[in-house]
């Protein structure tokens, strides 16, 4: 049972980054539906899901290749999207007078979408490293990671229902601002824990 406690713990840790991108997605859609909150929470979750295994794999084999890089990869993801989100935010002014505009294109991209996965879920990806060197169960792991991932995100983007209707444009700027600073905590966390 404690180890149990012990991966709910770290799963609603590592998804508080996938919830605040799940909220930022959610604001840049004009008519927010089950089907758009299922398809953020199927792909964060099993991302989610998937970096742990990996970790667990490599963990020990690629320890110290992956531990110093893996922050600057989530904060280059991140800010890239983020960046991309405001410019064209600022580009569109008039976008607020449009109910159904979202200055980043589809928020629902599948190509966008799977880099956020990836961005979102590198300290999973260490998070497996360390779970490989304590004796807790992979597939325990792995599914309850994944299905707290899942739920979170799903609320998340149901959440942000409408919080971005009227002011679109300003509220995509907030979610690229968010998306940042979910980077750069990531590498002030990582520089912070080297010293």
């Known amino acids: 049972m ?8 770290v799963a609603f ?7 605040a991108a799940s909220v930022s997605i959610g604001i840049c859609i004009p008519r927010v539906r089950f089907r758009h909150a299922l398809k953020v929470g199927l792909i964060f979750g099993s991302f989610q899901a998937a970096m742990p295994a ?3 794999y490599l963990g020990r084999a690629f320890r110290d290749v992956i531990q110093p890089l893996d922050h ?3 904060f280059v993801l991140l800010a890239a999207i983020g960046g991309h989100m405001i410019r064209d935010a600022v580009i569109n002014k008039a976008a607020d007078d449009d109910p159904d505009y ?5 928020p629902l991209d599948t190509r966008r979408l799977l880099g956020l996965g990836v961005a979102t879920s590198i300290d999973a990806l260490a998070a497996g ?3 490989s060197i304590e004796a807790v169960s992979l597939t325990l792991s792995v599914l309850v990671i994944g299905v707290v991932t899942f739920l979170i995100c799903v609320i998340g983007v149901l959440f942000s229902r ?7 444009r300003r509220a995509c700027m907030i979610g690229g601002s968010v998306l940042i600073l979910i980077g750069v905590k990531i ?4 520089l912070i824990a080297g010293i």
Request: glycine share 10%; with cysteine; aromatic share 8%.
């Open 2 to 9: 404690p180890a149990l406690i012990s991966v709910v713990l």
């Open 13 to 19: 840790a590592l998804a508080m980054d996938a919830l």
């Open 54 to 56: 990996a970790g667990w």
């Open 72 to 74: 600057w990869l989530a």
């Open 102 to 106: 979202c200055p980043i294109g589809d």
């Open 129 to 131: 490293i360390s779970l």
């Open 162 to 168: 409408g919080l971005g209707r009227r002011f679109r």
């Open 187 to 190: 590498v002030i966390e990582h």
